[in-house]
């Protein structure tokens, strides 16, 4: 029989130089009763054992999503007795039971550690176990126990009284907050990712309103981006004031996790969650939900570690892009919501991820969709908002003149010459960003006359008779774009011609300033603009005062400028709206305008091939040839 084996690391007893052997498993727990100063135990061979610290075990009780393995969900609550597999049990399912209590593996260690669940605290594994055992479905296959969500209308869901809210939802919204109630009340983590624009954070606040109009919710961990801290308090006192979300941030911030357990719902930005992960790691949560989820796309991030160190009896992800660049990204906000669900990382991109576009095309996408689908819910606004009006796309390819053309190509030739340096291409791609977005970025001798910007740019040039005809409608505009030299220069040179006052939102911009950046612009009367940086403010804000969009800069990745023309296309919009895409033809701009596209395509079949900067660089090479 396996040997088991006692680590302790931090703590005041030591016993044969840190370690100890016991024949049994059993031995482990009722050694590790005898102490507190135990705060884990490990289980596997003595060649595999691992130390126990602090920051991987608690002494407060594990919160766990059930496991799904080979097919059938393990009957745990009928293994009262731990018999002599209990080991094995441990290796290959990470559960066991002994003494009427759950013991779980941690997900990030799950051959070694072993955590500690009292049988009759009512959340998280127990609870969704004991509903299924009720039902006699233990031993079904998982499938069918998950597939109730798609195959279940959601009109036939537990209903939810969204009447509790002083403004009406969509009927949409409505069946979104039902599914969302379902997946709560079963403990299945879930993704709700609804097309931007369509409302995601009332439908949360919905699914909050009903859970505690039962008396079924005592503490909810909200993280979001720190830009977006104000639009959630606001859309609490829009939706439902009877609570008051208390703000996690500042410097004079708690430091205590009983002091956050006296709100109802507890808002915090990521950069937060990160820093005070010790503390919040020790929250009795019952709903945990992660706005803008994409941000936890890198399983490695620090970030996303620090959010999967947080346990909940329900974990939501919002996200109106789960898919933006790489196959990892699903994968990490699935296991974010519901661990295991899609396998170990290993062997999920094995099986999925391939070397190139054609050949992820060509993998079995169709079973990743239809496995993903069962925890994910996702309605598009074309099929959901018929009186949303009309978005029309408009492309502008631009020719270069001549002076634009012949630097450009120079700056080919250069990476040319350099094809076997990818540092030295990266910096020249970076060059010719810059270069595409107005030559004044690369210029040594900088001269901001509007004359000069638009005489040497036929972009630029292009932009500003788009914002005249704008302006003969007295319609409202935002244009994003990369740079805060070029955010300033547009600021400066539209102000100049117009006469106007121009409204800027970049990461310089405080968090506290930005949405009344954005209330001014929506009440001023008649033609304005408003510039921004879609990485800094192309997520979360409601822009739907204008209802023109023009991406000055191209993004690589086509969900970042979708969540751009977003903030205007959304919810509240009643005019149509005009979405343009400024591009230099037969460029690089050419180029990532074509990628774009057929990035689009794969994001409808809910996958997306791996892409990272060695790819752009790849695409780049490609493009100038030998």
Not at 230 to 241: A, C, L
Not at 263 to 284: A, F, G, Q, R
Request: glycine residues 4%; charged residues 30%; contains cysteine.
């Amino acid at each position: 029989m396996r040997s088991a084996v006692l680590d302790i690391e931090g703590g005041r007893i030591f016993i044969e130089s840190d370690r100890k052997s016991f024949p049994q498993i059993e031995e482990i727990f009722a050694f590790k009763n005898k102490s507190d100063d135990i705060c884990g135990v490990t289980a596997g061979d003595v060649k595999t054992t691992a130390r126990v610290s602090e920051l991987k075990f608690r002494k407060r009780p594990f919160s766990a999503k059930y496991r799904l393995e080979k097919g059938t969900i393990l009957p745990l609550l009928e293994d009262t007795v731990l018999h002599e597999n209990a080991v094995t049990t441990f290796i290959e399912y990470g559960y066991a039971v002994l003494d009427n209590k759950v013991y779980t593996c941690l997900p990030e260690e799950r051959d070694l550690f072993v955590m500690v669940k009292e049988a009759d605290n009512p959340k998280s594994l127990l609870r969704a176990i004991a509903a299924l055992k009720e039902k006699g479905r233990l031993e079904s296959e998982y499938d069918q126990v998950i597939r109730e969500l798609i195959t279940t209308p959601i009109s036939d869901l537990e209903t939810a009284n969204t009447n509790v809210f002083p403004n009406k939802l969509y009927n949409y919204q409505r069946e979104g907050v039902q599914w969302l109630l379902y997946c709560y009340l079963n403990n299945i983590g879930t993704i709700l990712a609804d097309d931007m624009g369509l409302g995601k954070t009332a439908q949360i606040i919905g699914l909050i309103a009903e859970c505690n109009e039962r008396d079924l919710l005592k503490n909810t961990l909200i993280v979001v981006p720190s830009t977006l801290i104000e639009n959630w308090k606001r859309e609490f006192e829009f939706f439902y004031p009877s609570i008051k979300p208390y703000v996690h941030y500042g410097t004079l911030r708690t430091g205590l996790a009983s002091e956050l357990e006296k709100y109802k719902v507890v808002i915090t930005p990521y950069s937060i969650m990160t820093n005070d992960i010790e503390m919040m790691v020790e929250l009795d949560l019952d709903l945990l939900v992660f706005d803008e989820a994409s941000l936890l796309k890198n399983p490695q991030s620090e970030r996303t570690q620090s959010a999967k160190r947080l346990q909940s009896s329900s974990t939501i992800a919002i996200t109106g892009t789960p898919l933006e660049n790489s196959l990892k990204d699903l994968w990490s906000l699935t296991d974010l919501v519901f661990s295991g669900y899609l396998g170990p990382l290993e062997e999920f991109s094995t099986r999925y991820i391939g070397r190139d576009i054609h050949a992820t095309l060509a993998g079995n996408l169709e079973s990743l969709e239809a496995h993903v689908r069962q925890i994910m819910i996702r309605r598009l606004k074309v099929d959901y908002l018929d009186e949303l009006p009309e978005r029309i796309d408009i492309p502008q390819p631009i020719e270069m003149n001549d002076a634009e053309r012949e630097y450009y190509q120079k700056v080919i030739d250069t990476i040319r010459n350099n094809r076997n340096d990818k540092g030295a291409v990266f910096q020249e791609i970076i060059r010719l960003q810059q270069y595409t977005a107005h030559p004044e970025l690369l210029s040594e001798s900088k001269c901001y006359e509007l004359a000069h910007l638009k005489g040497v740019s036929a972009k630029f040039c292009r932009l500003f008779e788009l914002l005249d005809q704008i302006a003969e409608r007295n319609e409202k505009v935002i244009i994003f774009a990369n740079h805060h030299e070029m955010l300033d220069i547009l600021k400066g040179a539209i102000e100049r011609e117009y006469g106007k006052k121009v409204f800027q939102i970049d990461g310089r911009l405080p968090n506290e300033e930005r949405q009344p950046e954005i209330d001014t612009f929506s009440a001023q009367e008649g033609f304005s603009v408003l510039v921004l940086n879609p990485k800094t403010a192309g997520m979360g804000l409601n822009i739907t005062a204008a209802n023109h969009v023009i991406h000055y800069s191209r993004q690589w990745n086509p969900a970042l400028e979708e969540q751009a023309t977003a903030r205007a296309y959304r919810n509240g919009q009643k005019k149509a709206v005009n979405v343009y895409y400024l591009f230099y033809c037969n460029t690089i701009e050419d180029v990532i305008n074509e990628r774009l596209g057929l990035k689009r395509q794969l994001s409808e079949r809910v996958v997306v091939v791996e892409d990272d900067k060695t790819e752009d660089i790849d695409i780049m090479l490609d493009y100038i040839g030998e």
